[in-house]
């Protein structure tokens, strides 16, 4: 069973870093396309980075890019956001979810693509808020 628990959010200053933390509690992360993303109040959740696992391929949106890091631990049972020079506006929720790696789209597989509704499992979320 899939239980995805997210961890590592709390408050920070602007500027400041943060590690969040994704842990799958039914097993690790072996063979799937783990994202992260973030809902802010009165906005609708949004893609921040996918990884999968099996490659270890990584995508970034486009408004995410360099501020924003993936990445796994060697066991594969972690998968990390880190978050640099964070700004008030990244004040969100933020969710991990996981899946297959592959999607179907007529009829052909494809990498899973880092969009919200291509994600079955998703975690709780953990809140992030960047003030002074």
């Known amino acids: 069973q899939v239980q995805l628990v997210e961890s590592g959010g709390g408050l920070v200053q602007p500027g400041g870093s943060l590690r969040l933390s994704c842990v799958n509690s039914?097993?690790?992360?072996?063979?799937?396309?783990v994202g992260w993303f973030r809902q802010a109040p009165g906005k609708e959740r949004e893609p921040i980075s996918c990884?999968?696992?099996?490659?270890?391929?990584?995508f970034y949106a486009d408004s995410m890019r360099g501020r924003f890091t993936i990445s796994r631990d060697n066991a594969k049972t972690t998968i990390y956001l880190h978050m640099n020079n964070v700004e008030p506006e990244d004040t969100a929720v933020y969710y991990c979810?996981?899946?297959?790696?592959?999607?179907?789209?007529?009829?052909?597989?494809?990498?899973?693509?880092?969009?919200?509704?291509?994600?079955?499992?998703w975690g709780q979320g953990t809140q992030v808020t960047v003030s002074s």
């Open positions: 990884i999968n696992t099996r490659d270890d391929t990584t």
């Open positions: 979810a996981k899946d297959d790696p592959l999607q179907m789209i007529f009829g052909f597989y494809y990498n899973r693509e880092c969009k919200v509704d291509n994600f079955r499992s």
């Open positions: 039914g097993s690790g992360f072996y063979d799937d396309t």
